[in-house]
């Protein structure tokens, strides 16, 4: 090796049957069934038994140890939900700068095809998440609206920064204040414009809301309800109308956090 | 850029070739603007393009201006500009508020400038300024069944309050 070169070594080990301890004894020891097999008798056995499976010929304990070594037990809905998540195909539709953000999703550098959502649909017809990248303006509110409902189910809609989420800086007679006025919205997403990261992350929280285990609000998920400024002891006592209206809000959001479906990020 | 004594020699011309076409003259800021009465405004361009020595053939912008509480309240400020000399003449036309649901009135320059067909839509779109003798004057950036005049100062901002934690207080029921 050169002098001043960083020093590299390279050891070859066999992996499998690496890890069995010297003094081990021959032949079947406790192992998971989905282990890889330790000898390549093992593994020739295996391949028997399965295709004596694929003719019919397996019966009894025999049968019973195949089905426990090759097969994971899960809920249909689950397993519908897991596949979902992990392909989502996002709508190529950009509204305003957080496009810009959007667009860098999907280069190598941040990458979103590590969740399986790189591949971004030209048309509503093969979409599944509509993205709203950006301020919607009232004109373009009934535009964004057909194109949310030629998405075919089920479908999912994230609301980009603060634009899209609250009408952000645009407090003005042109812009919808709150894309939520005019459809549906899983996640909002903060941010003037989001970085590419948090996108990510409010993707992360719509993967686990499509796998039916959405993420609670912080009020619950820190058990923090009844920390309203108000209730530490705020500027001025609500009344008895307000502590009503509160009260209500609270059982609400408790709800909400129960049921898949009905609580944003 | 005509100089000062430039803008007031083609103010001069302007008012022998027609009569009370000018009103008043601006330089600032290196700048050369005149004020034109609104019903001479067609006459005026039409001479400040046609004439040899003048030659503003190209309209490089039209934009109207409200002036509230000024009197008179919109101005429609045409930007003009002699390609072969590089020279730029502000021409302003004054319109008083006719009040009420009436719209201020002028001619349309879309017969000397067809580029003024889009910027005239834009000034009636979002000032309500009504142009005689337009082609075509519909809104441009607006919804077409939107009701006002967005641009103008009397119209109110829009928007909505924010809720934060310390004035969620004042807006119970805000959920609804």
Redesign the interface.
């Given at each position: 090796m050169a002098q001043g070169c960083a020093g590299l070594e390279v050891r070859r080990e066999k992996l499998r049957g690496g890890r069995r301890p010297e003094g081990a004894p021959s032949g079947r020891s406790p192992r998971a069934p989905l282990d890889e097999p330790a000898t390549p008798e093992e593994f020739r056995a295996r391949q028997l038994r399965a295709r004596d499976l694929l003719r019919g010929d397996l019966e009894g304990r025999e049968l019973e140890r195949h089905v426990e070594e090759a097969v994971v037990a899960t809920r249909f809905e689950r397993a519908l939900g897991w596949a979902r998540a992990n392909s989502v195909f996002p709508l190529t539709f950009g509204l305003a700068c957080c496009a810009i953000e959007m667009i860098s999703l999907v280069t190598p550098r941040y990458d979103i095809a590590r969740f399986g959502a790189e591949n971004m649909r030209a048309s509503p017809r093969q979409a599944d998440l509509l993205i709203l990248s950006g301020r919607v303006s009232?004109?373009m509110a009934p535009v964004v609206r057909r194109i949310y409902d030629q998405m075919l189910e089920p479908k999912w809609a994230i609301a980009m920064g603060a634009c899209s989420s609250?009408?952000g800086m645009?407090?003005?007679?042109?812009v919808v204040?709150g894309a939520d006025k005019f459809m549906p919205v899983d996640v909002h997403v903060p941010g003037c414009p989001p970085r590419p990261e948090a996108l990510i992350s409010g993707f992360n929280k719509l993967q686990r809301k499509i796998q039916g285990n959405p993420d609670p609000g912080w009020r619950q998920r820190y058990n923090a309800i009844g920390t309203?400024?108000?209730a530490r002891g705020?500027?001025?006592e609500?009344t008895q109308?307000?502590r009503d209206?509160y009260t209500a809000?609270r059982e609400?959001t408790r709800e909400g956090s129960s049921s898949p479906g009905s609580d944003g990020a | 850029m005509p100089d000062a004594p430039g803008l007031e020699l083609i103010a001069q011309e302007l008012n022998a070739t027609i009569d009370g076409a000018v009103l008043d003259t601006y330089f600032e800021h290196e700048q050369a603007a005149l004020v034109v009465s609104p019903d001479r405004i067609l006459d005026t361009l039409r001479w400040l393009r046609d004439t040899p020595g003048q030659e503003y053939h190209f309209l490089s912008s039209l934009h109207a201006a409200d002036y509230l509480p000024g009197e008179p309240r919109f101005g429609v400020h045409y930007e003009l500009l002699c390609m072969p000399r590089v020279e730029r003449l502000r021409v302003k036309a004054a319109l008083p508020d006719p009040g009420g649901e009436e719209l201020p009135e002028l001619d349309s320059c879309v017969k000397l400038f067809p580029t003024a067909e889009f910027q005239e839509r834009e000034a009636y779109d979002l000032f309500g300024i009504a142009f005689r003798g337009h082609p075509d004057l519909r809104r441009i950036?607006?919804?077409e069944d939107?009701v006002?005049w967005?641009q103008r100062r009397d119209?109110?901002?829009?928007?909505?309050p924010?809720l934060y934690?310390?004035n969620?207080?004042e807006m119970?029921?805000w959920?609804e």
């Open positions: 009232i004109k609250s009408g645009f407090a003005n007679y042109a204040q309203e400024e108000w705020g500027a001025t609500p109308e307000e209206a809000a609400l | 950036l607006m919804p939107y006002g967005p119209f109110p901002m829009g928007g909505e924010v934690t310390h969620e207080v119970p029921r959920w």
